[in-house]
C-alpha cells in the first residue's frame, strides 16, 4: 500500500493551499486517515484526521482554518487550508491507519511554507 502525497507549496500569510492523498494498492479502507506536520528540529504532530464515518478531529492551532475530508471509495483524503500563517510552515505527511490490519501507512511529505 503506498500513500501518495500531492499538493503543498509557497504561500503569503493569509493566503490558502490544498492537501490531497490518494491511496495505492489497498484493498481496504481506512479506519482513519489524516495529516500530520514536522518542523525542522520538532517532533511530528497531528493536524487532522477524519475516520471512515466521516468524524473529524483537529489540533487546536488550525480549528476554523482547516478541513479534512475523504471519499472512502477512492481511499483519497484532502486537507484544505485557509488563513495560513507562518507557523504553519512545514513538511506535512499522509496517514492512514487500518484497524483490521493494525497497521500504520505514511507517504511522503511535502513541503508547505508560508511567508510573512
Known amino acids: 500500500v503506498q500513500l501518495q502525497a500531492s499538493g503543498g507549496g509557497l504561500v503569503q500569510a493569509g493566503g490558502s493551499l490544498s492537501l490531497a492523498c490518494a491511496a495505492f494498492?489497498?484493498?481496504?479502507?481506512?479506519?482513519?486517515m489524516g495529516w500530520y506536520r514536522q518542523c525542522p528540529g520538532k517532533m511530528r504532530e497531528l493536524v487532522a484526521s477524519?475516520?471512515?464515518?466521516?468524524?473529524?478531529n483537529y489540533a487546536d492551532s488550525v480549528k476554523g482554518r482547516f478541513t479534512i475530508s475523504r471519499d472512502n471509495a477512492k481511499n483519497t483524503v484532502s486537507l484544505q487550508m485557509n488563513s495560513l500563517r507562518p507557523e504553519d510552515t512545514a513538511v506535512y505527511y499522509c496517514?492512514?491507519?487500518?484497524?483490521?490490519?493494525?497497521?500504520?501507512?505514511w507517504g511522503r511529505g511535502t513541503q508547505v511554507t508560508v511567508s510573512s
Open positions: 496517514w492512514g491507519y487500518c484497524h483490521g490490519y493494525a497497521q500504520t501507512y
Open positions: 494498492g489497498s484493498s481496504f479502507t481506512f479506519t482513519n
Open positions: 477524519v475516520l471512515s464515518d466521516g468524524s473529524t
